[in-house]
């Protein structure tokens, strides 16, 4: 025969149901309050970390709440909520209960109660200083170490639920989700600060740019070039078309159509003016990507100021456009002169024979100046007797 339940024995399991009743209202709400706090958080770390901490003191009604994390050696609280105006948030982390929680490598929850009494009230300086009676704490892992501990305190006993140790260890996940955050912007933003680097020693303008001719740049370059500010591109008031000379328009359109029909890479050249009216000569090598339609979503490439260049291919043509002017200017005899043995009278390519001085003249750029020498003069003014 089954014993009846006494009176007492009904009230307090009524009681029990009622106090798992307000307890699963209240993980209810806490859990709400958590989903709202991790949907609204931005994107600084620090911040973050910080709304996290200080639910989790709202959450357990605590003393205080801190993220305390090993940082170059120190113990370093990151996130704190109603900490003391006098709380140091930088110290060596032996004899702290974080870093035991750290130590201890246990992805569980660690609680410590009645602290004035504990091994930690000689180790732990602030357990002391400030009246500390319990410790509730949760390491957070990251890259598979334990790195942090975020904890609640109390001046006062505390009993933490089942639910309490659940709650703790979601916002420590949550904190650790952070730091898995942090390190992917600390590492964009080394890879945009090596890539700034890379941009500015390029001996080129990078650029983005689209199908309506206007473009983004990457840093200040351009304007050395063209005397506009970077902000005027970058916030599409003016258009790479814009500058381009009206007569070189289509030629570098018609490089643009090709690309699309085979690689969609190209090189063309053509002339800007600068805003002080300077004519700069331009080679763009581009890369145009396409969406998943065959849409032309951006072009990736450079800019190459070539002035220089062109205008050392300009002297250059000019140079060789003079000598071979010069060239053509020149006549030259070559070969076998067909010459009289007594007149010494030279036939030419027509069968005509010519007095020597007019067949070279006409050939050559030289010209002539008549004397008489000693020997012939001998033979014709023999009477004059001048060279006795």
Known sequence: MTKKPTYEALEQRVWELKKEALENKQTEHSLVKINTCLLSLGRYFTENVNRITSLSGELFGATCALYNRLDGGMLCSIGQWQTPPDYDPVDKPDGHICY???????????????LQNSIYAQSDPNVVTYSLETYVGHPVKFNGQYIGSLCVVFQS???????????????????????????????????????????????????????????????????????????????????????????DIETARESFIQALKSDKSYVREYRIKSKAGDLHWIQERGQIVCDSKGEVEYVSGVFFDITE?????????????????????????????????????????????????SYIQYRSEAEFSHGICPDCFKTLYSDLDIYD
């Open 309 to 357: 260049r062109k205008k050392a291919e300009e002297e250059k043509e000019k140079l060789i456009s003079e000598l071979q002017t010069a060239l053509a200017e020149v006549k030259t005899l070559s070969g076998l002169l067909p010459i009289c043995a007594s007149c010494k009278k030279i036939r030419d390519d027509k069968g005509y024979w010519n007095q020597i001085e």
């Open 157 to 247: 006993d505390y009993f933490p639920s089942e639910k309490d140790k659940l709650i703790i260890g979601i916002l420590a996940s949550a904190i650790s989700e952070e730091e898995k955050s942090k390190q992917a912007e600390e590492a964009l933003h080394e890879s945009e600060e090596q890539y700034r680097l890379l941009v500015k020693n390029l001996p080129s303008v990078v650029y983005q740019g689209y199908k309506d001719w206007s473009v983004n740049f990457f840093d200040r370059k351009i304007e050395l070039l063209t005397g506009y500010n970077f902000d005027v591109f970058n916030s599409k008031q003016m258009k790479w078309s814009d500058i381009i000379f009206k007569e």
């Open 100 to 114: 035991d929680v750290i130590q201890r490598g246990v992805d569980d929850v660690f609680i410590v109660q009645d």
